[in-house]
């Protein structure tokens, strides 16, 4: 049951952050409590409530630093985006790779690593999708992923033709996104979740190979 009704405006932000180190570290083991939650499977019954239990701290400390269970959600989803961009840059900026099967290989994989390091970062992307209030936190993700991949293409790297760019890079996005949360909701079974995805990754290099060979 959501925590606030559907029709009214959900507050994403954490609350300013404290400076004192006793309230830092308190945010930080109510984030540590929800990320062992996620892993364990229990996202889609987290609750502040539940967090707080987790935390061993009272729900209204957990309140005094978030508003609700979304918030910190974002918490991890943006630390989630911060490695990302880290790694989609650092592929895509390097001068040594021209091989466009070598950078998007390379990217998706490092992408692919990091959830698989961090089971509670899949386990919050995958809510993006059934949450209402998270919606617009992947939408905004997959667009800058897209918007860095069509910036390449229009800049003339790896031959880029015969499509729009920014079309043909939100689309590859769509399916690692896709991609990865299968993966991730087979992720008890390490070897049939990476077939799903290395075929995936089958399917993206035959849809872009038309547009960059």
């Not at 209204?60 to 840059?89: C, M, W």
């Not at 809510?127 to 905004?140: A, D, I, M, S």
Request: proline residues 5%; charged residues 30%.
């Amino acid at each position: 049951m959501n925590e606030q009704a559907a029709q009214d405006p959900v507050d994403l932000q954490r609350r300013v952050a404290p400076r004192q180190k006793r309230s830092q570290e308190r945010i930080e083991v109510i984030i540590e409590a929800t990320k062992r939650l996620l892993e364990r499977g229990e996202a889609d019954s987290i609750t502040t409530s539940t967090v707080a239990a987790e935390a061993n701290v009272p729900v209204s400390s957990v309140y005094r630093y978030f508003p609700n269970i979304y918030s910190i959600h974002l918490t991890i989803l943006e630390a989630f985006k911060a490695q990302t961009d880290g790694i989609i840059h650092g592929i895509l900026s390097d001068p040594d790779i021209q091989d466009w099967r070598v950078s998007l290989t390379g990217m998706i994989q490092g992408l692919r690593q990091l959830v698989h390091d961090t089971p509670s970062f899949g386990a919050v992307f995958r809510l993006t999708l059934t949450t209402p209030e998270l919606r617009g936190v992947r939408e905004e993700w997959n667009r800058r992923f897209a918007d860095m991949l069509a910036d390449r293409w229009r800049a003339g790297r790896d031959n880029f033709n015969g499509g729009d760019p920014e079309l043909v890079a939100r689309m590859i996005v769509e399916i690692y996104c896709a991609a990865e949360v299968i993966a991730f909701e087979r992720r008890a079974d390490p070897e049939v979740a990476d077939r799903y995805f290395a075929e995936a990754m089958r399917v993206v290099e035959r849809y872009i190979a038309p547009y960059l060979d």
